[in-house]
C-alpha cells in the first residue's frame, strides 16, 4: 500500500485547515467589525436626536444614555458646551481629554477608540465601547505568528516520524556501502519507505550473491589453474638429466604463467573495492626491504602510511621490477614525507616513456607502438596504479631530468 | 622411513608429489578428500601431512584445525596462492609451513625434512622464525637453515631487540637504548660494527644483506619477510 504520499498530503491539507479555522475563530473575536462600528454611529445619532428633543428632561436624558450604554455595551458620557467635565454619565463614564473633545467622529487612544459627537447648542456625546472594537494591526500579526508557532510544534513529530526512518534506511545504505556486505535495513510499515527498505535489501542480497560467487571464482580458479601447473613443475623434475637445458625454458614458461595468474587474480581482486588489511606501516623500512631483493640502496624520511602491508610491499616491487625490466634497474629510490602525505619516488635512466604513451603505461597489458610482442607492461604498473588508488592516492610518471623515469606513488598518511 | 599422509584431490598430482617423494625415501599415502584423511588419521601413525587447501567435501583450514586439537602431527600446507591472508591463516591455525602451487619439487622436499626435524625436537614456543632464519631465545642460539652460527652473547640480545621490531627502522640511538643493561662486552665498538659482526653470521651474502638492511641517514632494517 502506498501511504506516504497521502501521509505527506493529509499533513499539508491538515495543517492548512487548522491555520484557516484559527484564524477564522481570531478573527471572529478580535478582528475590527464594520458592522459594529457602524452600529455605534447610527445608534450615537439616534440616541443623540432623542437627547436633542426639547421635551426630554433631566431624568429623560439619564434614561437614555443608560440605555444606550447598555445596548452597546459602552461607556457614555455627555458633556455641556465647552465643559472638561461631563455633566450627565453612564454607570461607567468614559472620559477623554479636553483636545479630544474638541473633535467629532472615530478617535483613536490608549483606551481604545471612542465615538464623539457634537449635538445641537454645543453639547458633545462620547461612546466608548467596551468591547475592543479595534485590535491594532501588530496584535493581529502576533496573534497570526503564534498560531503558526504552536502549528510549526505540533506538525514537527510528524515530519520527525517521516524523515526519521528514512535515516534508519541511509544509516543501512551506509553500512553497506562501507564494506559490510551482510548490512541490511529493517522493514517498518507498508508505505514507500518501507518498500525502498525492502528493494534495497533485495538488491543487497543480489550484491552479496555477486561478490560471494566473485570470491569464490577468484579462489577457485586459482587453485584450478595452478594445480596442472604444479603437475607442470614436477613433471620437469622426472626428465632425464640430458634434457634439463630445454626444460628450463619449461620452468620460466611456468613461473611466469604463475606470477600472471596471480597478478590476473589480485587486480581482479583489487578491482572487486574488497577492503584494505590496513594496519600502521613503516615505509622506509617496507621499501628498504623489497630494494633489498632488487640490490637498491634507499635515501629515506622516516614517515608511516595507514596501508595494507601486504599490498604495498607488491606496489614497490612492481615498480622496481618494471625498472629492471625496461631500465636495467633503478637508479634511485626515495621515500618523503610532505604534507599530509608520503611519496615513494623510484628513477631509472632507462629510454623512458614517449610522452604520447605516458597516459597509457598504467592500462592493463599496454605495449608501446611497434614495440615488441613480450616487451609489454602486463600487469604490473595497472597494479601499482590500482592499489595506490585503493589507498586513496595515485600514482604519476614524469621524465626524469636527464634521461629515463620516474615513478612517483603519493600516499596520504 | 617417514610415513607421509598426503591429502590432495587432484589425483594425478596426488601421484606424481609421491612418486616424486617415495624416490626420496618416503612412505605416502594418498587421500583424496577430508574424510578420507580423517579416517586414515584414525587408524594410522603418520609423521607428517601434507595438506591441500582446497578439498572437495572440506575446507583444508577446517581440517588443519580440526587435526590440530587433537594431534601435534607436523603439517605442511600446498595451497594455490590465492589470498594474501591464507598465509597467516594458515600458519594460525597451526600448519608448521606453507608452500603455494606450483612448487618447486626440491622446495617441498627441502620444506617436508625441516618440519619433520622440528617435529622431532620439544615443540619450539620462544623461537622467532623468518625464514631459514630461527632466533632461539630459550637457547639464545642463532640457527639458519638448522645450522647454529656463532655470535656472542651481545650481539644475539641486539639481533632479538631488532627482530622483535622487524619491518621497523631502528636508528643506531635507538638500538643503543635497546640493547642499554645489557653487558657491553667490546665497549669501544660501535653498533655498526657489530651488526656487520651479525651480517656476517646470518646473511647468504653479508655484502648484499637480506635480513639486516642499512637504511642510509635513518639506521637499520630488520627485514619481515625473509628468504621468500
Known amino acids: 500500500m502506498r501511504r506516504l504520499h497521502l501521509k505527506l498530503y493529509c499533513a499539508i491539507v491538515g495543517t492548512m485547515l487548522v491555520f484557516a479555522a484559527s484564524c477564522a475563530v481570531a478573527w471572529h473575536f478580535f478582528a475590527p467589525s464594520r458592522s459594529t462600528l457602524a452600529e455605534v454611529e447610527t445608534t450615537s445619532a439616534l440616541a443623540a436626536a432623542l437627547l436633542e428633543d426639547p421635551g426630554a428632561d433631566e431624568a429623560r436624558q439619564r434614561a437614555i444614555i443608560a440605555s444606550l450604554s447598555q445596548q452597546m455595551h459602552a461607556d457614555v458620557a455627555l458633556f455641556a458646551a465647552g465643559a472638561k467635565v461631563p455633566a450627565l454619565t453612564s454607570h461607567t463614564p468614559y472620559v477623554p481629554s479636553a483636545d479630544q473633545l474638541e473633535r467629532s467622529g472615530w478617535q483613536i487612544t490608549h483606551g481604545g477608540p471612542f465615538y464623539s459627537l457634537r449635538l445641537e447648542g454645543g453639547r458633545q456625546l462620547v461612546v466608548h465601547p467596551r468591547r475592543q472594537l479595534l485590535l491594532h494591526g501588530l496584535h493581529m500579526g502576533m496573534l497570526l505568528l503564534c498560531i503558526a508557532a504552536l502549528l510549526a510544534l505540533l506538525t514537527w513529530p510528524i515530519s520527525r516520524g517521516i524523515t526519521a526512518r528514512l535515516e534508519r534506511l541511509r544509516a543501512g545504505v551506509q553500512q553497506f556501502g562501507e564494506g559490510n556486505l551482510a548490512a541490511r535495513v529493517a522493514v517498518v510499515g507498508h508505505d514507500e519507505v518501507a518498500a525502498l527498505a525492502r528493494s534495497f535489501n533485495e538488491s543487497a542480497d543480489r550484491i552479496e550473491k555477486l561478490i560471494t560467487a566473485h570470491k569464490l571464482l577468484l579462489a577457485n580458479c586459482s587453485h584450478e589453474l595452478r594445480t596442472p601447473l604444479a603437475r607442470m613443475r614436477l613433471a620437469i623434475e622426472k626428465l632425464p638429466e640430458a634434457e634439463r637445458a630445454s626444460s628450463s625454458e619449461l620452468v620460466r614458461g611456468i613461473a611466469e604463467l604463475d606470477a600472471l595468474i596471480g597478478e590476473m587474480l589480485l587486480s581482479s581482486r583489487l578491482d572487486a573495492a574488497a577492503p584494505l588489511a590496513r594496519q600502521e606501516v613503516d615505509l622506509p623500512a617496507l621499501v628498504a626491504e623489497e630494494a633489498a631483493h632488487f640490490d637498491r640502496d634507499v635515501v629515506a624520511m622516516p614517515v608511516t602510511v595507514n596501508g595494507d602491508p601486504a599490498l604495498l610491499r607488491r606496489l614497490v616491487r612492481n615498480l622496481l621490477d618494471n625498472a629492471r625490466t625496461h631500465a636495467g634497474g633503478a637508479t634511485e629510490v626515495r621515500v618523503e614525507a610532505a604534507e599530509g602525505v608520503a611519496r615513494l619516488v623510484i628513477e631509472d635512466a632507462g629510454a623512458g616513456v614517449p610522452e604520447a604513451d605516458r597516459a597509457r603505461i598504467f592500462e592493463p597489458f599496454y605495449r608501446a607502438d611497434g614495440a615488441a610482442r613480450g616487451s609489454g607492461f602486463g600487469l604490473g604498473l595497472a597494479i601499482v596504479r590500482q592499489i595506490a588508488t585503493a589507498h586513496r592516492g595515485h600514482v604519476e610518471y614524469t621524465p626524469r631530468t636527464g634521461g629515463g623515469s620516474r615513478f612517483t606513488v603519493t600516499l596520504p598518511r | ?228
Open chain 2, 1 to 228: 622411513m617417514h610415513r607421509i599422509l598426503l591429502v590432495e584431490d587432484d589425483a594425478r598430482l596426488a601421484k606424481m608429489v609421491a612418486d616424486y617423494l617415495a624416490e626420496a625415501g618416503f612412505r605416502v599415502t594418498p587421500a583424496p578428500t577430508g574424510a578420507e584423511a580423517e579416517r586414515r588419521m584414525q587408524r594410522e601413525t603418520f609423521d607428517a601431512l601434507i595438506l591441500d587447501l582446497m578439498l572437495p567435501d572440506t575446507d583444508g583450514l577446517d581440517l588443519c584445525r580440526r587435526i590440530r586439537a587433537e594431534s601435534s602431527i607436523p603439517v605442511l600446507m600446498l595451497t594455490a596462492r590465492g589470498d594474501p591472508l591464507d598465509r597467516v591463516v594458515g600458519l594460525e591455525l597451526g600448519a608448521d609451513d606453507y608452500l603455494p602451487k606450483p612448487f618447486e619439487p626440491r622446495e617441498l622436499l627441502a620444506r617436508l625434512r625441516a618440519i619433520l626435524r622440528r617435529g622431532q625436537t620439544a615443540p619450539a614456543v620462544d623461537v622467532l622464525r623468518f625464514g631459514k632464519l630461527e632466533i632461539d631465545r630459550a637457547a639464545r642460539e642463532v640457527r639458519v637453515d638448522g645450522e647454529a652460527r656463532a655470535i656472542t652473547g651481545f650481539q644475539f640480545t641486539l639481533l632479538v631487540a631488532m627482530a622483535e621490531r622487524a619491518g621497523r627502522v631502528l636508528s643506531r640511538e635507538t638500538l643503543m637504548d635497546l640493547v642499554k643493561g645489557e653487558e657491553f662486552e667490546e665497549f669501544d665498538r660501535s653498533i655498526d660494527v657489530h651488526i656487520s659482526r651479525l651480517r656476517a653470521a646470518i646473511e647468504a651474502d653479508p655484502r648484499k644483506p637480506r635480513r639486516i638492511l642499512t637504511l642510509r641517514g635513518a639506521g637499520y632494517v630488520f627485514a619481515k619477510e625473509q628468504d621468500r
